[in-house]
Each structure stands twice: as structure tokens, then as C-alpha cells.
């Protein structure tokens, strides 16, 4: 299972971006619990910004309240992050992952957890 990330770029201060996250492989049965987004900035930790359950439930970072939404689409598999008002302390790799589960070729349940690969968000005048 992999997920496979892209929306980040070059932005002003104050500017919007689009991140995109898609999973393929297992087949049409593959499905996600928790979906979230990750960034890590030069020389600090990864950290969480957001985060989203199967029924909807969704935390964010407080650094970033009110200004992210992040939301999914599930027949998609696919997880988004709407960015606003961006700020340059904003900038940072960012990476999706999700838990996921399936039943492989004899039935039997399949878990675990996948990363993106990171895409690079800049915000910079």
C-alpha cells in the first residue's frame, strides 16, 4: 500500500494551497481508519497538523487552527489539506499517512500504516 502525495510548491505570505494524498495497491478492498497530515521544517521534528478519523473526527494543530481543513474522500482514498493564509513559518516538508486494512487472496485481515513521500511546502515573498 502506498500513498502517494502532491499540491506543494512556491507561495506568498498570505496565499492558499491544495495538498493531495492517494492510496493505491490491495486492490479494490483497501480501506483507511485514520488519515493525517505530517510536516517536518529544517532542523525540527515531524509534526502532526492534522488529523482525520473514519466517521469524520478531525483534530488539528493549534498552530494552524483556522486557517487548514483537512478532509477525505473515502471512495477515493484520497485525504486533502486546504491550506490558507499561509505564513512562513508555514514552510516545511509535508507528509500524508493513513492506518490502513484489507482482506488478502484467503481472507484473511491485513493492518498497518503508510507514509507519503513528502511534499515540499514554501512560503517566502
Known amino acids: 500500500v502506498q500513498l502517494q502525495a502532491s499540491g506543494g510548491g512556491l507561495v506568498q505570505p498570505g496565499g492558499s494551497l491544495r495538498l493531495s494524498?492517494?492510496?493505491?495497491?490491495?486492490?479494490?478492498?483497501?480501506?483507511?481508519?485514520?488519515l493525517g497530515w505530517h510536516r517536518q521544517a529544517p532542523g525540527k521534528q515531524r509534526e502532526l497538523v492534522a488529523s482525520i478519523g473514519s466517521v469524520g473526527s478531525i483534530d488539528y494543530a493549534?498552530?494552524?487552527?483556522?486557517?487548514?481543513?483537512?478532509?477525505?474522500?473515502?471512495?477515493?482514498?484520497?485525504?486533502?489539506?486546504?491550506?490558507?493564509?499561509?505564513?512562513?513559518?508555514?514552510?516545511?516538508?509535508?507528509?500524508?499517512?493513513?492506518?490502513?486494512?484489507?482482506?488478502?487472496?484467503?481472507?484473511?485481515?491485513?493492518?498497518g500504516r503508510t507514509w507519503g513521500q513528502g511534499t515540499q511546502v514554501t512560503v517566502s515573498s
Do not use: H
Open 62 to 111: 493549534d498552530s494552524v487552527k483556522g486557517r487548514f481543513t483537512i478532509s477525505r474522500d473515502n471512495a477515493k482514498n484520497t485525504v486533502y489539506l486546504q491550506m490558507n493564509s499561509l505564513k512562513p513559518e508555514d514552510t516545511a516538508v509535508y507528509y500524508c499517512n493513513g492506518d490502513y486494512y484489507y482482506e488478502d487472496s484467503s481472507g484473511a485481515p491485513v493492518v
Open 21 to 34: 494524498c492517494t492510496a493505491s495497491g490491495s486492490g479494490s478492498g483497501l480501506r483507511f481508519t485514520a
